[in-house]
């Protein structure tokens, strides 16, 4: 369960990704779901992603799950788009 924040990324996470399919490892991914959902669905022996919705109150589009799978977003990048209101409404400090 590699972590892509811990290990470089998106260019880390692909370097595991090919260890693991080199070795025959499943693959699965915990905490980020809207970009872990990316980094699997590029990962030959993808597993299992942990889901959470921690950040579901700041995004216009939250991850999408259907009957228990999570689908990557089409749109450009890792498909992330803020809320800006609520991330206003969030916010702890001075703006």
């Known amino acids: 369960m ?38 699997l669905a590029v990962s030959p022996t993808r597993h299992w992603l942990e889901y959470v919705d921690w950040a579901n109150p700041i995004l216009e589009e939250p991850l999408k799950i259907d009957d228990g799978y999570a689908s990557a977003p089409d749109a450009a990048g890792i498909g992330i788009s803020w809320d800006e209101e609520a991330v206003q409404r969030y916010s702890v400090g001075e703006p």
Not at 14 to 25: D, T
């Open 2 to 39: 590699p972590d892509a924040m811990k290990i470089g990324g998106v260019t880390g996470w692909l370097r595991s990704a090919a260890l693991a399919e080199a070795a025959g490892i499943p693959l699965s991914r915990h905490l980020f779901p809207e970009i872990s959902a990316h980094l």
